[in-house]
């Protein structure tokens, strides 16, 4: 057993598993890894108290957990997290993308839900050591990463609601994730929410906190009930204002070419700030692009859908990349609230490198409406991947 110390008191002792899944099966997994489905044989585990801190570093074999049912998270749900991902690199080598940026994130997601802060360099400490120690489970090939899921629960036993529990567990697991599109990519339709709002102001919109996702689930339901893939939230005041999308934050590009501009919704606090939605923006305004931060309404989601003004809309995170933004189905261009808006997945491939058209609207009968065309970035390295993310412009393909 050897110790690790990321430089602060936090330090973390190696427990090497015994029981570690054969090369062979591993390799299968990694042949066609299922987002969040199959776990590495080791994750990290360390502990805070009121008295004595952070201590209690831990590199583990892989397993459940025992809780005592007065636990207080299961309670009242006192639980953040963070989802980002390592890749392998040409030459083998892996690699993290902006592990900082996560990290502060997750310290921001503790301080409103007044948790303890684990130290940045704890944070990355943790991931440098278990990916370290099953870097065999980093896949190889286009699209493919690690998922790293680090989170934190309230471990103190008790019903009582007078304070922050005085005790936490943080935890890191890791996941293989495939090419999110197998088969080319395709337009998603989206449900835009009109019975359940996901965030409210003062609330904890911006914070990676469980509870954000538990309350989504009725609106993803209801995406599925109706024939959607996804569920676009509007904020909770006007119920105007589009905000994101299930695990996603949303772009617009309106205009081809020098005049493209890239929109997307601001902070407002009521939604996640995306540690890929920064790095887009950055690229972006890198690249000479027009970026704007600031209010969409739904309305004029559907209206730009119908008079072609909108290019593209395209939703992104870590954890997946999809163009979505449905717009068209039933009834006029755009999304409608509480209504199924369904693009038909009709994929027109561009030049390698450059924007893709991936799908187009289906005009409605007789409507004479609208095209709207749907783009996505891919990297020549892979969709889906946050690395190498690329800006270049193609035109719309003629009607
Ligand atoms: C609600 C929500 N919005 C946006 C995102 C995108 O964030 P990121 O780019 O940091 O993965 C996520 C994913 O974590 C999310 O869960």
């Not at 999110?180 to 102001?201: C, D, H, M, N």
């Not at 992104?316 to 039933?330: E, F, K, L, M, V």
Request: hydrophobic share 35%.
């Amino acid at each position: 057993m050897t110790t690790i110390s990321p430089g602060t008191e936090v330090t973390f002792d190696i427990h090497v598993s015994d029981h570690r899944v054969p090369d062979a099966e591993r390799a299968q997994i990694l042949a066609a890894p299922k987002f969040g489905s199959v776990f590495t044989d080791h994750m990290v585990t360390l502990r805070w108290t009121a008295e004595r801190g952070w201590h209690g570093g831990k590199l583990e074999p892989y397993g459940p957990f025992t809780l005592d049912p007065a636990t207080q998270v299961f309670h009242y749900a006192q639980e953040i997290f963070e989802g980002l991902k390592s890749y392998r690199q040409t030459g083998g080598s892996v690699a993290g993308f902006r592990l900082r940026a996560n990290a502060a994130r997750f310290n921001s997601s503790a301080r409103r839900m007044a948790m303890p802060e684990l130290p940045e360099d704890a944070f990355i400490r943790a991931i440098e050591v278990l990916v370290t120690q099953d870097r065999q489970w980093v896949p190889d090939g286009e699209g493919r990463s690690l998922y790293l899921r680090p989170f934190m629960i309230a471990t103190q036993v008790g019903l009582g609601i007078n304070q922050p529990s005085q005790a936490y567990l943080f935890a890191l697991i890791a996941s293989p994730a495939g090419a999110y599109f197998t088969g080319g990519i395709k337009p998603v339709s989206v449900w835009l929410s009109q019975e359940y709002t996901r965030a409210a102001p003062g609330g904890t919109g911006e914070t990676k906190c469980g509870g954000n996702y538990a309350g989504s689930f009725a609106g993803q339901q209801q995406a599925l009930n109706n024939g959607c893939d996804q569920v676009v939230w509007l904020d909770a005041t006007e119920r105007r204002w589009v905000e994101e999308m299930g695990g996603m934050n949303l772009f617009f590009v309106y205009g081809t070419g020098q005049d493209a501009r890239i929109m997307t919704p601001a902070l407002t606090g009521t939604l996640l700030p995306g540690v890929t939605r920064d790095s887009l923006l950055t690229l972006g305004r890198d690249l000479g692009y027009q970026v704007e931060e600031g209010k969409i309404s739904a309305e004029d989601w559907r209206a730009r859908g119908g008079d072609g003004a909108r290019a593209e809309g395209l939703a992104r995170g870590a954890a997946r990349a999809r163009p979505p933004a449905g717009a068209g189905g039933s009834g006029p261009p755009g999304p409608r609230r509480g209504r199924r808006t369904c693009v038909s997945p009709s994929p027109k491939m561009g030049a390698p490198g450059g924007w893709r058209p991936v799908g187009r609207r289906a005009p409605r009968a007789g409507s004479g409406r609208g095209r709207s065309f749907f783009f996505f970035t891919k990297s020549p390295t892979g969709a889906g991947r946050n690395t190498n993310i690329s800006f270049k412009k193609t035109t719309a393909p003629a009607e």
